[in-house]
């Protein structure tokens, strides 16, 4: 991986936890999923995150959905106790993961367009 990559799945990383740690401490949950406000703002503001990710690099897209909810295990880990839910979290977190994956393989789509649209104007 190169710096510019790095900053990238950090910066999108940072992203992904402050949504998880804020919708938690605005909404009062434990867990952030446990509120509205994740689904309606939170996961949006992810995905918009690797979005953006995308778009600045669109070579390794699927890095920057991962990148997204890579640090939110970790609150679920410190927050929770291991019980049979544990294993239900951390495959949401692949769903959103997957998402977040979308999400960036748009904002690189849209990086490949108009870059296209830019090399046939100056042909």
């Not at 995150?49 to 897209?61: D, K, L, N, Q, T």
């Amino acid at each position: 991986m190169t710096r510019r990559e790095i900053l990238i799945f950090a910066i999108t990383a940072v992203v992904g936890l402050a949504v998880w740690v804020g919708i938690a401490i605005v909404s009062g949950k434990e867990e952030a999923w446990d509120s509205s406000l994740f689904f309606t703002i939170g996961l949006p503001v992810m995905l918009c995150a690797s979005g953006v990710a995308g778009y600045i690099e669109p070579r390794r897209f699927w890095l920057w959905g991962i990148a997204v909810v890579s640090l939110q295990p970790i609150i679920l880990l410190y927050n929770s106790e291991f019980g049979p839910l544990f294993m239900v979290g951390f495959f949401t977190f692949g769903v959103f993961a997957g998402l977040g994956v979308l999400g960036a393989l748009v904002g690189a789509a849209l990086r490949r367009q108009r870059k296209k649209a830019k090399d046939d104007r100056v042909e």
